[in-house]
């Protein structure tokens, strides 16, 4: 017998002996470990091929030549499996990115034959083929795909973990993904990149600028591809909690010389008849202004449509035409004479903070929070960002601020 703990609980483990299963009576098989939890009773669990939806982690090892199993703490969505290891499954989710051996072995400046061993070696080990292989290149099977998704989850975890270790023993390190609408760029996105590089240097941070389009904040951070996201304000998800950031109108802005002001709001019906340059669907600003326009069956007139902010407004500034975006799009070009902006009436977006429910942020991801608030409170207090209000509460040092009411 082997005492350890889960989730602060005793339990012992043993081989080789009678076990309840879901309160049925079972014999072990061959390979076979119990697990007795004074809380989650007796649990019978395989050692191969996986334990997916196992609530422990089954760790082998050999003391004075006997085979034994330690069970420790996981998360309880989702298990770890025995004989596995972490650089396997960067591995593995390397050349199912890639879809070849060759390239991922470049990219993980490792040989091929080496990384072909360790492919395999995960595959015996799961008792499952992971790929198809064929002269066009490789593909991910059915289940290949079920242990990328459950691999990602698994890995943040890991990795996550190690950072809150490593945090308490010092300056915040890991890493960080955050996921920031185009509009912020100059406003938000690079004075918080900047402030943190300089703050926290051992921490590895990755920005996106994602929108509802092609990289979706929402599910980037459903998915566990983002920690932390600016959204626009949408239907959250069950999975995600949403914290209020900052409300600010959307704006016309038209070329330097249209006589458009910040002091002289402009109506829906205004833009009717004005040729419109609009950002490609799906875009959450877009789909809100029309939106509005649909309720009071009024149209645009869009004579141009592309797919990235710096070309809508480049089109703006020679003269094409105009266009709608949260005023926080246009402020440096506003600032600089080369543009025009005026507030729409009755159009405020309201922005979100946003991070997965179950997964805690890291200490690094709680200092993102609490700069990214500070950076727009005093872009705001500063004029920057004309019309614009912070929502909720300035969170104290460490600390977080009250999630959305759903």
Sequence with gaps: MLRGAEYGQHYQVAEGTAARLLGSE???????????????????????????????QLAPSRVAGTERHVAASAPPSYGFWNDMNVRQLRYFLQV????????????????????????RSLEEDLDATLFHRSERGIALTEAGECLRESAVELLRHFDRVRSEVRDRSGDPRGELTIAL??????????PVVQRFRTSFPNVLLRVF????????????????????AVVGSGEPLASLEAYPF??????????AESGLALDKPVTLED??????VMTSRPN????FLESAMAERNLRLNV????????????????????????LCSGCELLERGAISMAPIEGVVISWLLIKGREQGLSVAGQRMQLMLRQVAHEQISTGRWPLARMKGFMPPEGGLPPPLST
């Excluded at 929108?211 to 983002?226: E, F, Q, R, T």
């Excluded at 959450?284 to 789909?287: A, I, L, S």
């Design 181 to 190: 609408p185009p509009s912020m760029s100059e406003l938000l996105a690079f």
């Design 26 to 56: 079972a014999r072990l098989a061959p390979g076979d470990v119990e697990i007795v939890s004074p809380t989650h009773g007796v649990h019978r669990v395989r050692r191969t091929p996986m334990l997916l939806q196992s609530r422990l």
């Design 209 to 228: 600028e994602a929108s509802s389009g092609v990289l979706d904040a929402w599910s980037m951070v459903a998915h566990g591809k983002a920690d932390l």
């Design 96 to 119: 199912a990115e890639v879809g070849s051996v060759t390239r991922a072995a470049e990219v993980l400046h490792i040989a091929q034959p080496a990384l072909s061993r360790q492919i």
């Design 284 to 287: 959450v600003g877009r789909m």
């Design 303 to 326: 004579v141009l449509e592309v797919n990235t902010r710096q070309l809508v407004l480049k089109a703006v500034q020679s003269g094409l035409g105009f266009t709608t975006l949260p």
């Design 271 to 276: 833009l009717v008849d004005r040729p419109m």
């Design 246 to 255: 900052i409300e600010e109108p959307m704006g016309l802005i038209g070329p």
